[in-house]
């Protein structure tokens, strides 16, 4: 049961595809019984919705601002009958969480496992993105809560729980330095360096951390995926400056070596599980929540 009208269906429908066509095709209706319904609507509003162009239809303003109430309230809706099933004793809810790359192996990959095992009511959705996107969807109100990258200059977002990653060197497993409690970047000169690229979220951190030794290099490997970067150090292409998180799996495996940065120069990168301020969470999401909170916090 849905509280929410038919028009609300075929309008959310053709402002996703911009299509009568296609939105007739998903709903399994004619196209020109949608098109009465949003030309109805329009009428009672007083205002068009879209724009009828020759290659499809295209929100209007108002239907910009109709598009985002909608699903706002679809989502609102969500978390209602969720909350109607612990009213009635049921155990059940669904929950999505935004998370980066590195995330999807380790010890919240195995929280998250050891959640949906424990809780077969659960309805899990992950979303592996970039930290900027993850971000965008939780401000969004898009999913339940994120796991974001240096989240404490977002405007909107509360940090429910966070951890401080240090920032240090990775090398090949047999390296000569491999032995070092820490190490500096002039004890590097004479490696090659690859520097995690601008669309990545440790590129501005690394940056600065060269700013200020003092040390840029006269050549380097740039690169724009952290995969590739650890596939490099293990090949012996060169060495980079990353964040533990990017590396802890590989490390422990024995493919990679980590060691701390001497005298740590700059503050630690942040990982924080994050909120919107202003949503209402489920029981469910809560539940969840506390439990990836307590491994955060113990990384």
């Known amino acids: 049961m849905s509280p929410f009208s038919r028009f609300a269906a075929y309008f959310m429908e053709v402002a996703r595809h911009g299509s009568l066509r296609k939105a007739a095709e998903r709903l399994h209706v004619s196209a020109s019984a949608i098109n009465r ?47 109607f099933d612990e009213i009635k004793g049921l155990r059940r809810g669904k929950v999505s969480i935004g998370l980066v790359q590195a995330l999807t192996e380790g010890q919240l990959c195995d929280e998250i496992s050891a959640i949906a095992q424990e809780n077969s009511w659960l309805d899990l959705q992950l979303n592996v993105e970039s930290s900027a996107v993850v971000t965008q969807q939780v401000r969004d109100s898009e999913i339940d809560f994120g796991l ?67 040390q840029m290099p006269e050549t380097a490997i740039s690169c724009n995926d952290i995969r590739l970067i650890k596939a490099l150090i293990a090949g012996g292409a060169g060495v980079s400056v990353l964040c533990w998180l990017d590396v802890m799996e590989d490390v422990r495996a024995g493919r990679l070596h980590f060691i701390p940065l001497k005298n740590r120069p700059l503050r630690p990168l942040i990982l924080g599980l994050c909120i919107n301020s202003t949503r209402q969470l489920s029981r469910a999401a809560h539940h969840v929540m506390k439990r990836l909170s307590v491994v955060i916090e113990a990384l």
């Open 148 to 214: 974001i990258l240096d989240p404490e200059s977002v405007v909107g977002l509360e940090v429910f729980a966070f951890a401080e990653i240090e920032m240090g060197i990775v090398l090949p497993p047999q390296h000569r330095f491999k032995d070092n409690v820490a190490l500096s970047l002039s004890d590097l000169n004479e490696e090659k360096h690859i520097l995690p690229g601008k669309s990545l979220v440790v590129h501005e951190r690394v940056r600065s951390i060269y700013a200020h030794a003092r």
């Open 37 to 83: 319904q949003i030309l109805q609507a329009e009428e009672d509003l007083g205002i068009p919705s879209f724009e009828r162009l020759p290659g499809g239809m295209r929100m209007t303003t108002a239907g910009e601002l109709l598009y985002t109430d909608l699903l706002r309230w679809q989502r609102d809706f969500n978390v209602t009958k969720q909350r």
